[in-house]
C-alpha cells in the first residue's frame, strides 16, 4: 500500500512510516488544482516494479463494505477496472456543459486563499460567469481563482472526459497514465484546469481508446440535501443500510466519530460470504 499525505495534514504513526509493505509519499493538500492528480502520479511512480495488478484509490474517509475477495474477482474479471467517465463537453455528460467548459477550455489562476466567510461574501462573483464568455470566476475548494478561455490544449483528436477521482485501474492502465504524464501538453492542460482530478485519469483513458473499463466508480455516495458538489457525511446505522444495498465496494464518506456500532456493524459484513450476482458491482 502507498499512503499520499498531505505534508502540513496531521502527523502520521511511526509504524507506517517504518511498515514494509507501506510507502509514505508526503505532498501537498488543497483540492481544485492539479494537486491531487499529481499525487496519484507520485503514488503510482512508487507502486511501479513491485508487482502490482491493480490500483485502488481510496481516501481516508472511504470503508469497504463488501469482502475484499469479492473486489479482487470483480477486478479480474472487469478488463482494465473500473472508473465512472461520461463526455463533458456534449451530450452524455453528468454535469452543466457550462460546468465542464469552465473547468476544462479555461486557464486557472489562484490568486488568494479564502476562509469561510470570505467566500460567502465574494461567491455573488460567479454571477459575472453568466454575463460572458471570456472570464470565469470561482470561489469554491477555499480559494478565490480567475479562469480565461483558452481552449484546453489537448493533443489533437482528444476531448475531456469526466468522471469520479476515485478509481480502480488495471497497471496496465496505470502505466497509460504515467506515459501520458510526461506529454507536456496534457500536463499543461491539467495544472492549468479547475479540479481536473476529475477529469485527467478519464481524459487518458478513454481517449487512447484501448482500454475495457466498466463505467462506475465502485463508491457509495449520498448527496441528498448537499450543495456544491460534495456528498453527505456518512455517519449511522440507516447508512451503513443503504450503503450495503448499493452493491458498491466502499463508501464514503464515513465520519471518523461516527458511533462504534456503526463500525463494528460495517466490519460485521466484511467476512467472506456466498457467492453474489456478478451485475451487483456495475
Not at 261 to 278: C, H, I, K, M, N
Amino acid at each position: 500500500m502507498v499512503l499520499n499525505h498531505d505534508r502540513d495534514g496531521c502527523e502520521l504513526a511511526d509504524w507506517l512510516h517504518a511498515h514494509e509493505r507501506v510507502g509514505v509519499v508526503l505532498g501537498p493538500g488543497g483540492r481544485g488544482d492539479a494537486g491531487l492528480v499529481l499525487r496519484w502520479l507520485d503514488a503510482a511512480r512508487w507502486l511501479g516494479g513491485r508487482g502490482v495488478t491493480h490500483v485502488v484509490t481510496i481516501s481516508g474517509q472511504d470503508y469497504p463494505l463488501r469482502p475484499l475477495p469479492e473486489l479482487h474477482r470483480a477486478l479480474a474479471e472487469s478488463g482494465d477496472g473500473f472508473a465512472e467517465h461520461f463526455p463533458v463537453l456534449r451530450a452524455g455528460s453528468h454535469w452543466p456543459l457550462r460546468e465542464g467548459r469552465s473547468r476544462y477550455l479555461y486557464s486557472w489562476r489562484s490568486l488568494r486563499p479564502l476562509g469561510p466567510r470570505a467566500k460567502a461574501r465574494l461567491r455573488p462573483l460567479q454571477l459575472v460567469n453568466r454575463l460572458q464568455p471570456w472570464w470565469r470566476v470561482n470561489v469554491s475548494y477555499d480559494r478565490l481563482r480567475v479562469g480565461r478561455r483558452t481552449g484546453s490544449g489537448l493533443p489533437a483528436g482528444w476531448e475531456p472526459w469526466g468522471g469520479s477521482f476515485f478509481t480502480n485501474l488495471s497497471w496496465r492502465a496505470v502505466e497509460r497514465v504515467l506515459a501520458a504524464a510526461e506529454d507536456e501538453s496534457v500536463m499543461a492542460w491539467a495544472r492549468r484546469s479547475l479540479v481536473v482530478d476529475e477529469a485527467f485519469l478519464q481524459t487518458v483513458l478513454v481517449n487512447d481508446g484501448s482500454f475495457a473499463l466498466v463505467d462506475t466508480a465502485g463508491r457509495y455516495y449520498d448527496f441528498s440535501g448537499t450543495r456544491h458538489g460534495s456528498p453527505r457525511t456518512l455517519a449511522t446505522l440507516d447508512d451503513v443500510r443503504r450503503a450495503r444495498a448499493s452493491g458498491a465496494f466502499f463508501g464514503r464518506k464515513w465520519d471518523p466519530d461516527a458511533p462504534e456500532q456503526v463500525w463494528a456493524t460495517l466490519d460485521a459484513g466484511l467476512a467472506p460470504s456466498a457467492e453474489r450476482s456478478p451485475e451487483a458491482w456495475r
